[in-house]
């Protein structure tokens, strides 16, 4: 390689230089059989060797060595941030690795023509820029010594891993859980929905349904991530029936996302902020995993925690707070032996569950608050049966908003839609919509037991 002797002057006439840059600090010209460079303005011209225009038959990998040993050189020099050189550089080098011997032709000239292009979308933001330059010259000379034509298919970008934030961890990860799960599982997460409202009803996350007295607090969750506390009381004066009057839910600290946020409603006061006013999860990177909506002022909220795939609603209709969540399968199995008692989990204690069929005279009659829940509810499932129960005990109509309400989360939530409705027979298990093949079963058993009869 030729040695180039430094100069106050251009070293030729007629070569080609890039004077409208003088003003960026970097100057770029060729003469002969050299690159040269001015840095800054007005210093002296230093000069360094580039490769001849031929090559040797009988060695054609060596062609390009020069200019990937010079660009892995220069993978190591300050650029500008707006100029993109050094991931063109980078895509070279790794797209031409891997390529040796007699064969390597057509790819080859595929990975110049694709480096070829990167630097021309890059071309604005890198004017001036010695590294740029070179770069554009080395691929003129190596498309001349591998006889590349300038057309002719490219290489699709290679995909770049995500880069850390300043902050230390992926953000396309760690704050929003259902990508992240599908990058680690290739599949999405799955999902489990738990409701309670009116007396309280509760659905737990497998789809069992109780109708609960409790009252006073307790938890409907206490896992490693959330913490759902219902405080009950009596729907009526001497009434057993309760209905839940206060929720706190709290969203426990994750310090790569979210500040602890403490969430608290009430009868007549459903605030769309947390207790400390904010409307998020605070000022960490991934603050805004946690938000919260306001659906119906005053009356529904929706609560996001993207960072744990959960949603959350809260909703007041008429004297009572209802509560649904749609939660990510591992965050709701995250807890331990101690934290076992959760109405999502478990249902209601046996002790306190109750029959829907009501009994002894209501502040309703029953075949009214069947007609007024029958508008809201067509499907007499589960809960067009607690819709009367609550009509019937409380003798608020109000509460048919409640199940109708409870009914549409579900819709929203329920990962499967077949299992929307339940319908069960006064305390008993619960029935799934019933299938042909369910019918079939049934009916020869239906048949023995006539025969037995008689």
């Not at 259902?178 to 497998?206: N, V, W």
């Amino acid at each position: 390689m030729p040695m180039c002797p430094p100069g106050k002057e251009l070293p030729a006439l007629g070569a080609r230089s890039f004077p409208e840059e003088a003003d960026t600090g970097k100057l770029l010209n060729e003469a002969g059989s050299c690159w040269w460079v001015r840095d800054p303005p007005g210093s002296a011209w230093m000069g360094m060797g580039r490769p001849t225009q031929s090559r040797s038959p009988g060695q054609p990998e060596n062609s390009g060595l020069f200019l990937r040993a010079f660009l892995l050189l220069l993978l190591c020099r300050h650029v500008s941030s707006q100029c993109k050189i050094l991931r063109c550089n980078s895509e070279y080098v790794a797209a031409t690795l891997h390529l040796r011997g007699p064969d390597r032709g057509a790819a080859f000239c595929t990975a110049l023509r694709s480096y070829s292009l990167c630097t021309r979308r890059t071309a604005r933001t890198c004017r001036g820029d010695l590294a740029f330059h070179s770069a554009v010259h080395g691929i003129e000379d190596l498309m001349i010594q591998n006889n590349c034509s300038k057309e002719g298919p490219t290489a699709p970008p290679r995909p770049r891993p995500p880069a850390p934030n300043p902050h230390g961890f992926e953000s396309l990860d760690i704050c929003d859980y259902e990508r992240s799960f599908l990058y680690k599982h290739g599949r999405p997460p799955g999902f489990q929905h738990c409701a309670a409202f009116g007396d309280p009803h509760i659905r737990t996350f497998h789809d069992d349904f109780h109708t609960c007295r409790v009252e006073g607090s307790w938890p409907l969750l206490d896992n490693d991530y959330l913490f759902v506390q219902a405080t009950s009381s009596p729907v009526a004066k001497g009434s057993n029936a309760t209905v839940t009057s206060k929720l706190t839910i709290i969203f426990k600290n994750m310090k790569e996302c979210i500040d602890q946020k403490v969430y608290q409603a009430e009868l007549d006061n459903v605030p769309a902020a947390f207790q400390d006013g904010s409307v998020n999860g605070g000022a960490r990177p991934g603050g805004s995993s946690l938000v919260i909506w306001e659906r119906s002022p005053g009356r529904h909220v929706e609560i996001r925690a993207d960072y744990i795939g959960t949603t959350i609603a809260v909703r007041q209709a008429g004297r009572q707070l209802s509560f649904s969540i749609r939660a990510a399968e591992e965050v709701a199995r995250a807890f331990t032996e101690e934290q076992d008692l959760q109405l999502c989990v478990g249902g209601c204690p046996h002790s306190q569950r109750m029959s829907r069929s009501p009994h002894g005279r209501g502040r309703v009659p029953a075949e009214t608050a069947q007609a007024l829940c029958r508008e809201m509810l067509p499907v007499e499932d589960v809960y067009f049966q607690s819709c009367v129960f609550d009509v019937v005990t409380s003798g608020d109509t109000n509460f048919t908003m409640a199940a109708r309400g409870a009914l549409e989360d579900a819709r929203l939530f329920l990962p499967n839609a077949e299992k929307l409705h339940i319908f069960q027979a006064g305390r008993g298990c619960p029935l799934a919509s019933p299938s042909p093949l369910l019918i079939l079963f049934l009916l020869p058993c239906g048949f023995w037991a006539v025969l037995l009869h008689f």
